[in-house]
């Protein structure tokens, strides 16, 4: 059956009785599908935080290499993970569909259960959204937070002195898509909800400033430089990469320091901090996520790579306690070489070089 054989209003009211048994109702919802718009309930003083991501057919995923509920869940993650970022209690989504009439039911269920997979996860219900007709499929995600104003996650809050940590691994993601493409096999690999390391990381004395890691650890660090008005130092040395990377790289003729480095859509989350919290330990049990400090920020402009000069080797990395939740997207390939003397440019020109070396599209976010 496709999705001609149903009608618009078929596939809505498709999705609206699979997201009312996708949990319990939440007390942010006054008015959820079913009307011209949904109604939500924030509490007092908060601010709403609004954002907004496109997964497209031939562009971020292809039916070849994802089946339609790893699209589903991947579409909501990316953005929840911007909520993260911010420090923001993920709130609702309300979701565009298009797709062409060709496209078979069982595609558009599979796209609606991965959503209300990560929905339900994240605490991010499925409030409304609009199916319409295309020639090929994407799913556009708007989702909304909230946060209190002072305690927002932000790119330019980074100060010279601060430690510079990520959560999680990085390159896994580059490693699984460039694996999935050369074997012509399916992307399984998911991307980490961070909801709690983000809101953990708000409420913490000594934060500095957050992003996720999507396009990539050089042109993530480079937005956060730029927007501080600092520069930084990396320790390669120190990326925090998945069990059994290295060898993976080697099998499939793959530098494993320019995925962990270049190869985005890891959505950790990548950020600074300062005082007596920011040791590695402390905050992994904090955020209840493996932490790793990976440099330092610095006043003289530029990225730097190499082992920071005051950085001791003091709170390296460390793994949150036993039972710290997890839940699991793709991207390609490279080679690059860094040394401990290297030194690279700010933002906007070494994104575009770590894309080239990654041989793949610059896509955007803002």
């Known amino acids: 059956?496709?999705?001609?054989?149903?009608?618009?209003?078929?596939?809505?009211?498709?999705?609206?009785?699979?997201?009312?048994?996708?949990?319990?109702?939440?007390?942010?919802?006054?008015?959820?599908?079913?009307?011209?718009?949904?109604?939500?309930?924030?509490?007092?003083?908060?601010?709403?935080v609004v954002t907004t991501d496109a997964v497209v057919e031939d562009v971020h995923f292809t039916w070849r290499h994802q089946d339609a509920r790893t699209v589903g869940r991947r579409a909501l993650l990316v953005a929840v993970s911007d909520l993260s970022a911010m420090g923001a209690r993920p709130v609702a989504a309300v979701v565009a569909l298009a797709a062409p009439p060709a496209l078979p039911v069982a595609r558009a269920r599979g796209l609606t259960r991965g959503l209300l997979d990560v929905a339900r996860a994240a605490g991010c219900p499925l409030v409304g959204g609009n199916v319409t007709r295309a020639r090929?499929?994407?799913?556009?995600?708007?989702?909304?937070?909230?946060?209190?104003?002072?305690?927002?996650?932000?790119r330019d809050a980074a100060r010279p002195g601060d430690r510079l940590f990520v959560t999680g691994t990085l390159g896994g993601a580059a490693l699984a898509v460039a694996r999935a493409r050369r074997r012509d096999a399916r992307v399984r690999h998911l991307p980490t909800l961070r909801v709690r390391a983000g809101l953990a990381l708000a409420r913490m004395p000594g934060a500095g400033a957050c992003i996720d890691v999507s396009d990539g650890l050089l042109a993530d660090l480079g937005h956060v430089l730029a927007a501080s008005g600092v520069g930084a130092t990396l320790d390669p040395a120190r990326l925090p990469r998945p069990r059994g990377f290295a060898a993976a790289c080697a099998r499939e003729g793959l530098d494993p320091e320019a995925l962990a480095l270049a190869g985005g859509e890891d959505y950790e989350l990548l950020f600074s901090a300062r005082g007596p919290g920011a040791r590695?330990?402390?905050?992994?049990r904090r955020l209840g996520a493996p932490v790793r400090e990976i440099g330092v920020v610095e006043d003289t402009p530029g990225l730097r790579l190499g082992p920071p000069?005051?950085?001791?080797?003091?709170?390296?990395?460390?793994?949150?306690p036993r039972g710290a939740a997890a839940s699991r997207a793709g991207?390609?390939?490279?080679?690059?070489?860094?040394?401990?003397?290297?030194?690279?440019?700010?933002?906007?020109a070494q994104r575009g070089a770590a894309e080239?070396?990654?041989?793949?599209?610059?896509?955007?976010h803002f």
């Open 309 to 320: 000069a005051a950085s001791a080797e003091r709170g390296a990395g460390a793994r949150p």
């Open 356 to 364: 080239r070396r990654m041989g793949r599209p610059g896509w955007r």
């Open 136 to 154: 090929f499929t994407s799913l556009t995600v708007t989702a909304l937070g909230a946060a209190p104003p002072a305690r927002l996650l932000r």
């Open 1 to 48: 059956m496709r999705l001609r054989d149903v009608g618009e209003f078929g596939v809505i009211e498709a999705i609206a009785r699979a997201a009312s048994r996708a949990g319990p109702p939440s007390p942010h919802v006054v008015l959820g599908i079913g009307d011209d718009a949904a109604a939500l309930r924030l509490r007092s003083g908060e601010a709403v």
């Open 331 to 348: 991207r390609p390939r490279g080679r690059a070489s860094t040394s401990a003397a290297a030194t690279l440019p700010a933002a906007p």
């Open 280 to 284: 590695a330990e402390r905050l992994a």
